[in-house]
């Protein structure tokens, strides 16, 4: 008997995981002989075939079509949310929650007792919680022309979920978040719909020099005034605002 198992791979971008579940599915290898993994892969594993799938559009749109509409809007966005996770097993633990999602449909977000479930309301906690934690500390800095720029290095890939609170929040501003990590930046022209975009190095480079402010020092100022020296607690500021955050916040550079 064949133990073989084939692995699906695909670059770290959700309509590319959308199609690699497509194409998984399709493949009618059966589901236990499957397995779905973002590229870049580490080491490879014995006795498995390795295949690449390359985006896909009409396959992605046909499975959100079908998560949506056999299972509910909800668990799409818990799997979206999940999908924008930092963890290796992100893509195959979506397409196991899909395997007995459209077996039980909408009720199967309420089946704890699945270990599949419960993976994705993990992933689904983590990277809410880390985009919430970001609409809180992004800080922009304004720069010549108006525009207000700020940088942040996720873990997960949160734009998506961090830019429309600045969109509902700052419609008429021209402002760019830009993820140094993934080289991608959600641009907001004054008064129109955001857009996601990819940044090649040079722009990189030329966006991270771009950082004279003159209410930098203003903040910086304001922050160390406020500051009581007695009350003083590193311990408590790094439990409610962890050092990896920091990075790109004004009053701690």
Same mark, same amino acid.
């Given at each position: ?23 998984? @599915?399709?493949?009618? &290898? ?18 498995? !075939? ?8 009409? $396959? ?25 996770? !930092?963890?290796? !097993?992100?893509?195959?633990? *979506?397409? %196991? ?23 994705? &309301? ?15 500390? *992004? %800080? ?19 734009? /998506? ?13 021209? @402002?760019?978040? *830009? !993820?140094? /990590? ?36 203003? @903040? ?22 962890? &050092? @990896?955050?920091? $990075? ?6």
């Amino acid at each position: 008997m064949d133990e073989r198992k084939t692995v699906f791979t695909c670059n770290d971008q959700f309509e590319d995981m959308m199609t690699c579940i497509y194409d998984a @599915w399709a493949s009618r &290898l059966g589901h236990s002989h499957v397995q779905l993994r973002t590229e870049p892969i580490g080491n490879l594993e014995l006795f498995c !075939d390795y295949r690449h799938v390359e985006k896909d559009s009409a $396959k992605a749109a046909s499975v959100v079509r079908s998560i949506q509409k056999k299972i509910s809007m909800r668990a799409y966005m818990m799997i979206y949310r999940a999908a924008m996770s !930092d963890q290796d !097993d992100k893509l195959d633990a *979506i397409y %196991r929650f899909l395997v007995v999602g459209f077996y039980y449909g909408a009720s199967i977000i309420n089946y704890l007792q699945e270990p599949t479930v419960m993976r994705i &309301l993990e992933l689904d906690r983590s990277v809410s919680n880390e985009a919430h934690s970001h609409r809180e500390f *992004i %800080r922009f800095s304004n720069l010549p022309g108006d525009v207000l720029v700020s940088h942040i290095s996720p873990k997960s890939n949160v734009l /998506t979920l961090t830019a429309p609170h600045f969109a509902d929040r700052l419609p008429s501003e021209n @402002w760019m978040i *830009i !993820d140094d /990590t993934r080289y991608t930046a959600v641009v907001h022209p004054a008064d129109q719909d955001y857009y996601l975009t990819t940044l090649s190095k040079k722009e990189m480079d030329h966006l991270s020099q771009l950082r004279d402010d003159p209410f930098v020092d203003l @903040w910086k100022v304001f922050f160390k005034s406020i500051g009581i020296e007695q009350r003083k607690n590193p311990r408590c500021q790094r439990n409610m605002l962890p &050092l @990896w955050y920091r $990075k790109h916040m004004t009053e701690f550079h």
